[in-house]
């Protein structure tokens, strides 16, 4: 069974920075493009960044360029989000997902991340 | 970036009702959609990708059509769990955007 399970989410004040994992156990790892999403409490879906296969291409949605890294470890069947001069705007549920098809088809269940003061 | 919108934006339904939400983009994207339901709470449950082309597992109440602008979602017959918000997707040119969602409730 896939499973993804995210992890580092937290309490972080504005500028602050913030790494989160998701864990990824049940699936080849390295035969999947991987993908990061946000929601906002009561609001739609945010699609953030997307990963390739080997880790050596990403695409991220311009509000989040230059300050959200996604990366890899395929060794460790392992998806990060590095997350830099965080913003009360990036408060949000963070969700890491397998892109299967044309799709988010194995989501994880979310890690909080808050952004105050 | 390709701009989804939903509709309606919620409805009020029965079990055993027949319902149709429908998603239009701002420009063509061939078959490039999926439609999630999302409880609350839980993260978002794929229902259907590359349009019309359903995952193992997802029951056959749950259908999608449609190409280029517009795409429809239908549950053939309405049942519990299905009072949700549904979401659709378009995966044809990232950022891979959502439709702002349409609630369905009793």
């Known amino acids: 069974e896939v499973q993804l399970v995210e992890s580092g989410g937290g309490l972080v004040p504005p500028g602050g920075s913030l790494r989160l994992s998701c864990a990824a156990s049940g699936v080849t790892f390295n035969k999947y493009w991987m993908s990061w999403v946000r929601q906002v409490p009561g609001k739609g879906p945010e699609w953030l960044a997307n990963i390739n296969r080997d880790g050596s291409g990403s695409y991220s949605v311009d509000s989040v360029k230059g300050r959200f890294t996604i990366s890899r470890d395929n060794a460790n069947n392992s998806l990060f989000l590095q997350m830099n001069s965080l913003r009360a705007e990036d408060t949000a549920v963070y969700f890491c997902a397998r892109e299967h098809g044309s799709a988010g088809d194995y989501w994880g269940q979310g890690t909080l991340v808050t952004v105050s003061s | 970036a390709i701009q989804l919108t939903q509709s309606p934006s919620s409805l009020s339904a029965s079990v055993g009702d027949r319902v149709t939400i429908t998603c239009r983009a701002s420009q063509g994207i061939s078959g490039g959609v999926a439609w999630y339901r999302q409880k609350p709470g839980k993260a978002p449950q794929l229902l259907i990708f590359d349009a019309s082309s359903f995952p193992a597992g997802v029951p056959s109440r749950f259908s999608g059509s449609g190409s280029g602008t517009d795409f429809t979602l239908t549950i053939s017959s309405l049942q519990p769990e299905d009072f949700a918000t549904f979401y659709c997707?378009?995966?044809?040119?990232?950022?891979?955007?959502f439709g702002p969602g349409t609630k369905v409730d009793i």
């Open positions: 997707q378009q995966f044809i040119s990232p950022p891979f955007t």
